[in-house]
């Protein structure tokens, strides 16, 4: 007998409030009062999500800068994203994947396209996860352009093949809260949240960033991504 839960779809229904809350509260461990690891997998008692695959749109330049800091400068508000990277399979972090990631600047305007064109390499870049399956990025909160609702994206590559392409999603009320603040506040509103983006719908609960302010006004913003391994 399969129990359906067990199953790699089964397990995209089981979720990211779990993890959100597994990583807030033990870093990256997974636990439940029945243990960890495989075997727990396999039982039932712990599920790790494989992550939506989503497009990568058309705003991705390949081999940019292994960096942290991806601002280059440019304003808005602080923003470190911390990145876990796991085996959806076993729910264990995965060493040494290339997290590379992409966004819009706080104005909504990507590097290399439109009025961006000339600089190719702002608010991109790229880290290797450590031993805890995390990547940090220092970048600021992105902008939101046209027809969208305010997301990074990303793409894991592991021994040198992609392994997870997706976008990273923001709670609207964050949002909210950020965007009343410059240089954000002199735009228009928004014109897409999350509900009505046409691909956040297509999974993007799923890829939902868990956001705490620090003490410094930093948004300190964490995603768990589970991937398989090819
Ligand atoms: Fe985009």
Redesign the pocket.
């Given at each position: 007998m399969t129990d359906p839960r067990l199953t790699r779809r089964g397990s995209l229904v089981r979720l990211g409030g779990f993890l959100a809350t597994a990583v807030g509260a033990a870093g990256l461990k997974i636990e439940t009062s029945e243990g960890a690891g495989p075997a727990a997998v396999a039982s039932g008692a712990v599920s790790c999500v494989l992550t939506p695959e989503q497009t990568e749109?058309p705003?991705y330049i390949a081999n940019e800068a292994v960096r942290r800091n991806i601002t280059e400068g440019r304003p808005g508000l602080p923003l470190l994203l911390r990145a876990f990277v796991v085996n959806a399979s076993t729910c264990k972090p995965i060493k040494a994947a290339a997290v590379d990631i992409w966004?819009?600047d706080a104005g909504g305007i990507?590097s290399g396209f439109g009025s961006g064109a000339g600089n190719r390499t702002f608010m991109r870049g790229l880290q290797r996860t450590n031993a805890k399956g995390l990547a940090l990025f220092r970048t600021v909160y992105p902008g939101w352009?046209q027809g969208?609702t305010v997301?990074i994206?990303v793409k894991v590559h592991l021994g040198g093949n992609v392994v997870h392409t997706g976008?990273i999603y923001f709670p609207d009320a964050v949002t909210d809260a950020v965007y009343r603040n410059q240089p954000y506040s002199s735009r228009p509103n928004r014109d897409v949240r999350n509900a009505a983006d046409s691909i956040f719908r297509n999974g993007g609960s799923k890829s939902l960033v868990t956001v705490k302010k620090n003490g410094a006004g930093v948004y300190v913003a964490t995603i768990m991504m589970g991937v398989h391994r090819s």
């Open positions: 749109g705003y966004h819009a990507y352009y969208r997301h994206h976008q």
